[in-house]
Nanobody
Framework: QVQLVESGGGLVQAGGSLRLSCAAS????????MGWYRQAPGKQRELVAD???????NYADSGKGRFTISRDSAKNTVYLQMNSLKPEDSAVYYC??????????WGQGTQVTVSS
């Protein structure tokens, strides 16, 4: 079992920055990829960025050049630095971990609201 706890969401003006954190606990040695997804009202959940255990990153087009995902293996934490935020970035942001032999685990989500 893996538990994921997100933090760092909030209200920010357009052009501002936020840093999301996701701390993992439990069977952390079995975690493979970790990532951030988001879901806006009335829309499907979508990938924002993910990172492999080896540090290889992948970004959705919407965040390229503005968002940076990183992983601190010592702290079992994944981060999402979001710069130049836009109102369309407003959503609930979820952390996801892919756990070997167990499947996908999700955090509870953290709200990001960007005002224009």
């Amino acid at each position: 079992q893996v538990q994921l706890v997100e933090s760092g969401g909030g209200l920010v003006q357009a052009g501002g920055s936020l840093r999301l954190s996701c701390a993992a606990s439990g069977s952390i040695v079995s975690i493979k990829n970790m990532g951030w997804y988001r879901q806006a009202p009335g829309k499907q959940r979508e990938l924002v960025a993910d990172i492999t255990r080896e540090g290889v990153t992948n970004y959705a087009d919407s965040g390229k050049g503005r968002f940076t995902i990183s992983r601190d293996s010592a702290k079992n934490t994944v981060y999402l630095q979001m710069n130049s935020l836009k109102p369309e970035d407003s959503a609930v942001y979820y952390c996801k971990a892919i756990v070997r032999f167990l499947g996908d685990y999700w955090g509870q989500g953290t709200q990001v609201t960007v005002s224009s």
